[in-house]
């Protein structure tokens, strides 16, 4: 089936930088969409940036400036560029994406979810 796995996450100074990877792998007709998101502990999911197939972004308020979301439809896969990191930024990050399944079973669009890399940024 469908599967997407984040990479990338991991513990940075205030002020550093970071990369996350996300790579769908399976049978798949189209990637219509990919996002980040992200959650805090005891706070709510939010999206954090989104790209559609052609390129089309949209990036959150608070992170607007400093992050950049780009993909490589190629590889099925979508990156998140993370620099001058603060300590709100600290959160599980999650991959989404918007998947047209080729399988045999299912080619159905539907919403896939990664399982979540943690981002620390923290003296």
């Known amino acids: 089936q469908v599967q997407l796995v984040e990479s990338g996450g991991g513990l940075v100074q205030p002020g550093g930088s970071l990369r996350l990877s996300c790579a769908a792998s399976g049978s798949i007709a189209s990637i219509n969409q990919m996002a980040w998101y992200r959650q805090a502990p005891g706070n709510q999911r939010e999206l954090v940036a989104s790209?559609?197939?052609?390129?089309?972004?949209n990036v959150a308020d608070s992170v607007k400036g400093r992050f950049t979301i780009s993909r490589d439809n190629a590889k099925n896969s979508v990156y998140l560029q993370m620099n001058s990191l603060k300590p709100e930024d600290t959160a599980v990050y999650y991959c989404?994406?918007?998947?047209?399944?080729?399988?045999?079973?299912?080619?159905?669009?539907?919403?896939?979810w990664g399982q979540g890399t943690q981002v620390t940024v923290s003296s």
């Open positions: 790209i559609t197939s052609g390129s089309s972004r």
């Open positions: 989404h994406g918007i998947i047209t399944p080729a399988s045999f079973f299912s080619q159905t669009t539907r919403s896939y």
